[in-house]
């Protein structure tokens, strides 16, 4: 249902993907929805990077995030969040 109720799916993954987070990339590719897939394990930055561009070429109005639970991925959620603040962190806007 999260992919049917978004423009687009963001996935973000460490490893092979499975279970839930692979049916996911599986309906996004059936119903023809805008997705990505980033594997964590690589640089912060470059992650942050690859999405901002994907970002910018979808624009999305509802985006969906998905990705392994922390059960089966310990210590995941750091990971993604290191990586979302860097995609935010230069689209804030600042005081001149």
């Known amino acids: 249902m999260n992919v049917a109720d978004s423009d687009a799916t963001l996935v973000l993954?460490?490893?092979a993907l499975d279970g839930?987070?692979?049916?996911?990339?599986?309906i996004a590719q059936r119903t023809g929805?805008?997705?990505l897939v980033v594997d964590l394990d690589g640089d912060v930055d470059s992650s942050?990077?690859?999405i901002r561009l994907w970002l910018v070429q979808t624009r999305p109005e509802v985006?969906?995030?998905a990705g392994p639970r922390e059960s089966k991925r310990p210590s995941v959620g750091a990971?993604?969040?290191r990586v979302?603040?860097?995609v935010v962190s230069p689209?804030?806007?600042r005081d001149p």
Do not use: F, M, W
């Not at 839930?20 to 599986?26: D, F, H, M, P, W």
């Open 13 to 15: 993954n460490c490893g």
């Open 84 to 86: 979302l603040d860097a």
């Open 33 to 35: 929805k805008p997705h």
């Open 63 to 65: 985006l969906n995030i």
């Open 20 to 26: 839930g987070t692979a049916k996911t990339v599986t």
């Open 91 to 93: 689209l804030q806007l």
């Open 79 to 81: 990971i993604e969040r």
């Open 48 to 50: 942050a990077a690859a």
